[in-house]
Structure formats: C-alpha cells, structure tokens
C-alpha cells in the first residue's frame, strides 16, 4: 500500500477521490452532483493548508482517501488540522489502511508545526470510533450546523 498526498497537476486523482468518497458515503449528491471546475481544483490542490491523501493498493487501485485541512489559530502561533473525510473501500477495511492515511496526516501536521490533529466521530460508527480510540484521546463535544 502506498499513501500520497494530492497537490497540482493531480486533478484527475482527486476527481476519482471524490467518486470513492460518493460511493462510501453513500451520497453522490454531495460528492458528484456539481463537480468543481477544473481551476478550482486546481486551485485548492495547490493549497498548503488543504490536505487531500490518497491510498492505492500495490496494483495502483485507489482503495483509501482522507481530506483535511490546516486551521491556523488566532490565540497561538500554531495550527490544528481536521480531518474532514476518510474513507476506505469496504473490502480493503480493517488491513490499517485509516491508520495510514491518519499517520501521514499526522506526518503533514508534523512538518507543518501542527499542535493537534482532530476528527470528528459519530455514534453507530463504532469500528470509525475504535479506530479513533487507539490513535487518540476522545473527547465528548456537540457539533453544531449553523446554516449561513
């Protein structure tokens, strides 16, 4: 298994991201209903603080993805990285292939002067949880959606 992190010139790998993420999820209408242009993408890719990992088997096949991003804070000179989406095909699932992509994200924490790594873990997804358990320190917090 090999763990890369997209940037410029990858749209075409972020595109097939994107439709890994739609069929692991379950919901096309978030990930493919109104693709970004081209530029666009181009554009976030290019992004320091986006962080866009894939995970392809030995054959090259995509089996894994995770998006996160940098959030610089005001309090400190330091940065938090979240973890937005991770996702790994089912019949790939339970072979480390998470773990994976969450320590090269840590690696990219890391490097970047990064304070913390956090994701956010809903009930019912218990091997998700068990997951985030062994890596990290669980915390109990409520999410809010604040339409705008």
Request: aromatic share 10%; hydrophobic share 45%; proline share 3%.
């Amino acid at each position: 298994m090999r763990v890369d992190r997209l940037g410029t010139g990858d749209d075409a790998q972020y595109r097939a991201l994107n439709c890994l993420f739609a069929d692991v999820f379950d919901d096309r209408e978030s990930y493919l209903s109104d693709p970004p242009y081209d530029d666009y993408v181009a554009r976030l890719l290019a992004m320091p603080h986006v962080v866009a990992l894939i995970a392809r088997d030995d054959a090259g096949t995509l089996i894994g993805g995770l998006v996160g991003y940098e959030l610089p804070k005001l309090e400190q000179r330091r940065s938090e990285f979240y973890i937005y989406d991770l996702a790994v095909v089912e019949n790939h699932r339970r072979r480390g292939v998470a773990t994976a992509l969450i320590e090269a994200m840590r690696a990219v924490a890391r490097a970047a002067g990064g304070w913390a790594v956090f994701v956010q873990g809903d009930y019912g997804d218990d091997a998700a949880l068990a997951l985030y358990d062994k890596l990290g320190e669980r915390e109990a917090v409520l999410h809010f959606d604040i339409a705008p």
